[in-house]
């Protein structure tokens, strides 16, 4: 049942892709007591803003946004 396994194999890997290219934390400096919101914003990162970018994301690549 190809049918099935293969668009799920391809789905699994993009939702990976998307999910971690902005979700890979920066360098923190955990020791700064920065509140939630300002530490949040050290760890996520937005991803170049393109039209293959914004269609293959959902427009998820802007991550801080989000």
């Known amino acids: 049942s190809s049918c099935v ?3 799920r194999y ?8 998307v999910t971690q ?3 890979i934390p920066m360098d ?3 020791d700064k007591n920065e509140d939630w ?3 949040q914003l050290h760890a996520t990162c937005n991803v170049n803003q393109s039209v293959f ?3 293959f ?3 998820l690549n ?3 946004e989000h």
């Not at 391809?10 to 892709?17: G, K, L, V």
Request: charged share 10%; hydrophobic share 40%; no cysteine.
């Open 28 to 30: 923190i400096d955990y």
């Open 5 to 7: 396994y293969v668009p």
């Open 53 to 55: 970018n914004d269609w």
């Open 57 to 59: 994301t959902g427009h």
């Open 37 to 39: 919101v300002s530490t």
């Open 62 to 64: 802007f991550q801080i």
């Open 10 to 17: 391809f789905e699994s890997t993009w939702f990976i892709w």
């Open 21 to 23: 290219m902005n979700h």
